[in-house]
């Protein structure tokens, strides 16, 4: 069973960074491509970027292409995201999750789920 821990929320000003990270523990040993989703106060959950086992792919909603990164140590067993430039549409409880079979850029396509962290931006 893979357990994911997010870490690196907060509250920013618009224009501010931050780094999320999700750390997996826990049958690790399976080729997991990662992802990030976000949800606000009265809406669905919704895919934000994503990342292939090895990296070489990443895919992006819109919305933050540009302004997220997504990045991925395997020797860490940690995904990131940089968000950059954060508006305060971007504020919403980021969750992390895993796919072993697929790369999850659904929320049906996720195996394994974080408990989300807050993110916060102030205009």
């Known amino acids: 069973q893979v357990q994911l821990v997010e870490s690196g929320g907060g509250s920013v000003q618009a224009g501010g960074s931050l780094r999320l990270s999700c750390a997996a523990s826990g049958g690790t040993d399976s080729s997991l491509a990662m992802g990030w989703f976000r949800q606000a106060p009265g809406k669905k959950r919704e895919f934000v970027a994503a990342?292939?086992?090895?990296?070489?792919?990443?895919y992006y909603t819109d919305s933050v292409k540009g302004r997220f990164t997504i990045s991925k140590d395997n020797a860490k067993n940690t995904v990131y995201l940089q968000m950059n430039s954060l508006k305060p549409e971007d504020t919403a409880v980021y969750y992390c999750?895993?796919?072993?079979?697929?790369?999850?850029?659904?929320?049906?396509?996720?195996?394994?789920w974080g408990h989300g962290t807050q993110v916060t931006v102030s205009s």
């Open positions: 990342i292939s086992w090895s990296g070489s792919m990443t």
């Open positions: 999750a895993a796919s072993i079979l697929s790369i999850p850029t659904t929320t049906t396509a996720g195996d394994y």
